[in-house]
């Protein structure tokens, strides 16, 4: 006799009506892939400290590296690759470059996760 897999369904049935009304809401592959992109991005711990510290407010590269602990040529490559994907926006003021979130989004993109992962670790 089989074993049934939790978490999958024993018979095959799909509910057409529910599938094209999702599918309608779906966003476009692009979209998807960017968003992807997006959160691989901020899927590196560094960056996303780099990010939390700018939700803050505006830093400069030797701010953030004194912060974080971390080199200012690697604070400096982590916010090209941050500026690539359009998170976080710069300015110059004589020898220095401040750093800033590029739009409200990305802070209430993290405000979210970090409201769920510390519900989360509460209920543990």
Known sequence: MAKSKEGMCEVLYVNTKAVKKIAARMASGDVISVMAETFSLLGDSTRLRVVQALS???????DLSAMLGVGRT?????????????????????????????????????AECLEHVQAMLTAS
């Open 74 to 110: 690697a604070v400096s490559n982590h916010l090209r690759l941050l500026r690539g994907m359009r998170l976080v926006n710069y300015r110059r003021d004589g020898k220095l470059a401040y750093y800033s979130l590029a739009d409200d989004h990305i802070a209430g993109l993290l």
């Open 56 to 62: 803050h407010g505006e830093l400069c590269v030797c």
